[in-house]
């Protein structure tokens, strides 16, 4: 079951998120969020973008958001996406529900660009492997650019992709995006 994150969530994703930052080249961070920390980065994505969780028999196997792509208004209609699946449940299909409901979400919002900052390797190694491009270029993201070598994590340097996917037509009026607020959001 795909659902809206609750902040009372943090802890069971910050523990997600832990694995992948201390065992993983998946993200650049060295130091893993507290759930405290946790917490307050998903308050300040909740108070405009959707932030959602995916689980079986009530516990959490993954989540998946957006956030702001740059913090101009004219990127109003662009975001970042990310997903982390507990690495268990890697392989299910349950990254792809996340994702289709994220889009669903930001489509209605009026969103219109989605991008993707994506860690890759010259080489896969024990900590960096091609599967997340894999994945986005499953669900209909494309190269959009490549930054050779930029980040050093476990004595490696890896390169990192943008990925991008366009969800609507493009209007010179668009609409303005309808974004989401903390009062909704305590609601889910």
């Known amino acids: ?17 832990a694995w992948y930052v201390e065992r993983t080249a998946v ?4 130091a893993a969020p507290s759930p405290e ?19 079986e028999e009530d516990r959490v196997l993954g989540y998946a958001y957006a956030g702001p792509f740059k913090g101009r208004a004219a990127y109003d209609w662009s975001c970042e996406t990310t997903i982390y699946l507990d690495r268990e449940a890697r392989g299910r299909g349950l990254g792809r529900q996340l994702y289709e409901a994220l889009e669903a979400q930001l489509q209605a919002m009026g969103i219109l660009n989605l991008y993707a900052c994506i860690a ?3 080489q896969e190694d024990e ?12 669900l209909g993201y494309r190269l959009a650019g490549t930054f050779r070598q930029c980040a050093c994590k476990f004595g490696r340097w890896y390169s990192m992709v943008w990925m991008e996917k366009h969800l609507g037509e493009r209007r010179n009026d668009p609409p ?9 959001q305590r609601d889910c």
């Open 1 to 17: 079951m795909v659902r809206n994150a609750v902040l009372s969530d943090a802890e069971r994703l910050a523990e997600i998120y």
């Open 37 to 55: 920390e946790f917490r307050e980065r998903m308050r300040g994505i909740m108070a405009r973008y959707p932030y959602l969780v995916v689980e």
């Open 120 to 122: 890759v390797p010259d």
């Open 127 to 138: 900590y960096l492997t091609h599967a997340s491009e894999r994945f986005h270029a499953h």
């Open 27 to 30: 993200t650049f961070e060295f």
């Open 176 to 184: 303005s995006v309808r974004w989401r607020t903390e009062e909704r």
